[in-house]
């Protein structure tokens, strides 16, 4: 198991272009090529290789492999592979091994080299034999394509769980970015592509839920907040499991969760990608929960509970927040689950000025608003996923680095998997890297010294926060 933390580099590196890069193809599914979205996100990406082949004094070299990673110099690109499906699979299926990317390349070229990427009846002219003349004749000088030499190309992830769990969460993104784009374009959504990778994942977390969490937590380049609805969709499956509901309602559970943003896809991509929005066009985010309901009452077949989850997850306890209803609504326990999981998933993803909360803290900050949510669903919710939920990075009090991958008998005990021996050491050979918090082994009380949030981020357990959680009632689930 890789620190996943320890892989990712601030935004101006490899990493950010190539995510600007998988940015640029969803506009170009999203928008024509004229359109000034399109051509915002493609001199993004060109400042972006501009910045990092000029401090790294070389081209940028995307590796893709035969797998389903991005890789650069051989390290795994997170951001660009757990949102970038649609790239690998077009380098897959021209057999690519990497792009390289010079510093001369501009937004014109680009735009004609994505145009050629994606077009199916494009392929022919990047093949090995037609390559070098269409380039010439299409004005692209600045991007090489290399293709596998028929060996096996370098392995994804350091090991199998994590390279099923990347995989299962690019499937996750996969699908909530076809029903934006589909959705944007006034198209019908894939419901059951949609039910089957819910139905899907929920099989990858009964397996495991440590390094789908973790790999998740990696995902931390978000701007059409892609990431964010995936992760609520895990939340609200793992805490589904917690209430040991049957599968059918969980899996209702899950659609639900992967559904609730959809109306963001008819709101204007100015304003959902706006910080600091004025009055008006925070009016027109807030939309997005009524246009969602809308959206998916317009389908066929579409669960109820979903339709609830899109309209009232922002709507707070007693009926206060937006929409306004005309009429009483009633939120459903699935749109008050959902609700809580898409609080704490924004309190706790990183941003572009703030790293994220950890868990104990996003618990603490709700607890201090819990008049906004249903009280037992969030005491529920709260001991569904413990102190430290399944995916935290933890320092144990011997310095190992360690991830929680189960829930433990209290909420303050979770098993955990140690990463590394104290101070980033190697484990030795056969010792036990599975752990349970409080539960003395080797003459030892493991115990949770600290979590660790992103890149050289520790950050001590905050007392009062306890205090606040700790207190929780230990009630029947709701």
């Known amino acids: 198991m890789t620190d996943l933390s320890r892989d990712i ?15 640029a193809l969803v506009n170009l599914e999203l928008h024509a090529s004229h359109d000034a979205h399109v051509q915002d996100q493609l001199r993004a990406a060109v400042t972006e290789l501009r910045r990092v082949a000029v401090a790294n004094h070389e081209p940028v070299h995307l590796e893709i492999g035969t797998g389903a990673a991005v890789r650069h110099h051989g390290r795994v690109l997170w951001s660009a592979t757990l949102q970038g499906t649609r790239l690998l699979e077009l380098c897959r299926t021209l057999r690519l091994a990497a792009l390289e990317f010079l510093p001369q390349l501009d937004a014109a070229e680009l735009l004609t080299f994505l145009e050629l990427l994606r077009a199916p009846r494009h392929l022919k002219a990047l093949s090995t034999a037609q390559r070098t003349e269409a380039f010439a004749a299409l004005g692209i000088r600045s991007v090489v394509c290399l293709e596998h030499d028929g060996e096996a190309g370098r392995g994804d992830p350091d090991t199998g769980g994590q390279r099923q769990a990347m995989a299962r969460y690019q499937a996750l993104v996969e699908i909530v970015q076809r029903n934006h784009i589909d959705a944007h374009r006034g198209a019908g959504l894939d419901l059951d592509r949609t039910h089957a990778t819910v139905e899907q994942t929920t099989n990858a977390l009964e397996a495991n839920a440590g390094e789908l969490f973790a790999v998740a937590g990696a995902d931390d380049l978000d701007d059409f907040t892609f990431g964010h609805t995936a992760r609520v969709t895990l939340l609200a499956l793992q805490a589904a499991h917690a209430a040991d509901v049957d599968r059918q309602q969980a899996l209702r559970v899950g659609a639900a969760a992967l559904l609730h943003d959809i109306g963001k896809a008819r709101v204007a991509q100015d304003v959902l990608l ?4 004025s009055a008006d066009e925070q ?3 807030a939309a997005h929960a009524r246009r969602g309901a809308e959206l998916l009452a317009a389908q066929q077949g579409v669960d109820p509970a979903a339709i609830g989850a899109a309209y009232g997850h922002h709507i707070s306890r007693g009926g206060t927040g937006t929409p306004t209803p005309a009429l009483h609504f009633e939120p ?4 008050h689950l959902v609700r809580i999981c898409d609080v704490f998933e924004t309190l706790t993803a990183p941003g572009p000025d703030h790293p994220g909360l950890p868990p104990l803290q996003a618990y603490a900050v709700m607890l201090q608003r819990r008049q906004q949510f249903d009280p037992r669903w969030l005491r529920f919710f709260i001991r569904a996923h413990g102190l430290h939920p399944v995916g935290t990075q933890v320092e144990l009090d011997q310095g190992e680095q360690a991830l929680v991958i189960a829930p433990g ?3 303050h005990a979770p098993v ?5 021996g104290p101070a980033g050491t190697q484990l030795p050979r056969g010792v036990p890297t599975v752990l349970t918090i409080g ?4 003459g030892r009380t493991p115990k949770i010294r600290a979590v660790t949030a992103g890149v050289g981020q520790r950050l001590p357990l905050p007392d009062a926060a306890v205090r606040e959680v700790v207190c929780v009632p230990d009630d029947e689930r709701p």
Do not use: I, K, N
């Not at 706006?274 to 929005?277: D, E, Q, S, T």
């Not at 955990?416 to 590394?420: D, I, N, Y």
């Not at 539960?439 to 080797?442: A, G, I, L, T």
């Open 9 to 23: 580099e601030p935004a101006a590196t490899a990493d950010r272009f190539a995510h600007q890069l998988v940015l």
């Open 409 to 411: 008998a209290s909420l």
């Open 332 to 335: 459903s326990g699935v749109t």
């Open 439 to 442: 539960e003395r082994r080797e």
């Open 416 to 420: 955990v998997r140690r990463l590394t």
């Open 283 to 285: 009016r027109e985010f």
């Open 274 to 277: 706006r910080r600091g929005r």
